[in-house]
């Protein structure tokens, strides 16, 4: 079992700049792919990015493309999301998952863990 934990979020204006970070528990950390996520109030969870077992393969949604980053530290159990170029439409709690895939998936029905998620607040 994993449990994860994410910090990182905050408000920022548009145009800068957050790192998201995921903490995730246990030693088995590199046999999971993980992905981040995103939920809007009113909105349905969409997928944002997501990072193979040992950070081969990689995919983001179009909408943050060229300007989110993710990475993982299978050392220290920890993956990040940069997130870069902020704008309002990227408010959202944030969410990471953790998923028995090699791979990441945009499907998140994929993923088997998830965090509690963490707030972010872009203001225009």
């Known amino acids: 079992q994993v449990q994860l934990v994410e910090s990182g979020g905050g408000l920022v204006q548009a145009g800068g700049s957050l790192r998201l970070s995921c903490a995730a528990s246990?030693?088995?950390?590199?046999?999971?792919?993980m992905g981040w996520f995103r939920q809007a109030p009113g909105k349905e969870r969409e997928f944002v990015a997501a990072?193979?077992?040992?950070?081969?393969?990689?995919f983001y949604a179009d909408s943050v493309k060229g300007r989110f980053t993710i990475s993982r530290d299978n050392a220290k159990t920890l993956v990040y999301l940069q997130m870069n170029s902020l704008k309002p439409e990227d408010t959202a709690v944030y969410y990471c998952?953790?998923?028995?895939?090699?791979?990441?998936?945009?499907?998140?029905?994929?993923?088997?863990?998830w965090g509690q998620g963490t707030q972010v607040t872009v203001s225009s």
């Open positions: 990072i193979s077992r040992r950070g081969g393969s990689i």
């Open positions: 246990g030693r088995t950390f590199s046999s999971y792919a």
């Open positions: 998952a953790a998923s028995t895939y090699y791979t990441g998936s945009p499907n998140g029905s994929e993923y088997d863990y």
